[in-house]
């Protein structure tokens, strides 16, 4: 028996791949598909089932497509109502893998058709479970996400039911069962995620909150419910693409396929209104870049940023990358459902320094020249780290402006000041400064390194607080 975690950091999500005797078993596949197909090909087996735990809302799960390619069957939990050809099993439904067995455990909370996937060895032993947004490393998954498709549900309702599937389907196995979640720390699917992947069960019930045998049903809906920030825009869009169905990732790579002439490319900007996203390393798009664009680093937390910042999921997009990372980001972009990337600038932004365009700058300090601006001039310090960070340390003086919450940030810088701008290491305050340079306000400043070198600094005025990691958003603690 061969199990794979297949970990994708961007996304914090955990495919997985399962072969016995030939025959093959993927679980909540991501939408690039070919790996499988080359790794089943490779073991010499037969992709038999495709396994889904729920309609995820983080990413745009390759399980159609995987379908088409392999004549495998798409299996999800009760209640399940897919656009597309699909097993929906009953509770407690057995499927024989080889000589081992996967088992249905209908667990609803996370949402309705939720579904862990229990696996027995050969010789009939409970093995491991494959527990999707059910049941994480440390915590459980959020209760909020499927009341925005059904008004009748409340996210109270769901945890509650979240909290019978834990008791009646997951806590009566046995210590010594695997654990193999969905997601891992950075996805925002739950709150407060371990960097660990996976784990025993029985650990589980010793430090995880949510699988404390004395908590009582009320206790759990309190816990589970409060400090939950609103998912992103794109969480809905996703579900319903996962839902329906969508186009194969190949025929995305097709139409993204257009290598653009730097008049070609303004041309096409004209035309189609198109959003000019650069998704080089920071300190190079400030260097330089294409007046207009903004900058979501590939290197960096891409896919959740993308998804939290262009909030329409059909706009057309137009990309700025590094020669030869092109099909990179346009497959990052599709993993989250962003399938209208219609060409991009031919030999990266060089390209357009050879052919003389007008560019654009940011101006971007040292912490040292940070520190020392701040002990000379009034200058105001933006801080776009969340309000967990925040409230954890920051320098003394500076304001709260959360790049999450962007639009109401803005709202506190008046254009006509001068902002120094800063995240915890330099990537989001990249993000923040290009966004709203695109905005007309010129007057800012980033910070390179972020707090994380800033308080290294001799001299620097820090404010402590309450530990990011006991704030309300517990995940929070990145470093990005």
Partial sequence: MKIEQIYTGCLAQGAYYIENNGEVAIIDPLRETQSYIDQAEKDNAK???IFETHFHADFVSGHVDLAKKTSATIVYGPTAEPNFDAHIATDNAVFKLGNITITTLHTPG???ESTTYLLKDENGKDYAIFSGDTLFIGDVGRPDLAQKLNSDLTQEKLAGFLYDSLHSKIMPLADDVIVYPAHGAGSACGKNMSKETFDTLGHQKEVNYALNPKMTKEEFITELTSGLLPPPFYFPENVMMNKMG???????????????????FIQVVEETSAL????RDPQTFAAGFIPGSINIGIKGNFAPWVGTLITDIKQPILLIA?????DEAVTRLARVGYDNVIGYLANGFQSWIDAEKDFDEIVSI??????ELVDETELKVLDVRKPGEFSSAHVVGATSAPLDFINESMKLIDPEETYLVHCAGGYRSMIFTSILRARGYENLIEVAGGFGKIKEVEGVKIEEGVSACQSEQPNSCSTN
């Avoid at 000019?276 to 998704?279: A, F, M």
């Avoid at 590094?322 to 092109?326: F, L, M, Q, T, V």
């Avoid at 040292?366 to 520190?371: N, Q, Y």
């Fill in 47 to 49: 992709i038999k089932y």
């Fill in 110 to 112: 996370h949402t309705m």
């Fill in 246 to 264: 969508v186009e194969s990732l190949d025929v995305i790579k097709e139409r993204a396929n257009h290598a653009l002439s730097p008049d070609e």
């Fill in 276 to 279: 000019i996203l650069d998704v």
């Fill in 322 to 326: 590094d020669a030869g990372s092109e």
């Fill in 366 to 371: 040292s912490p040292e020249e940070f520190v």
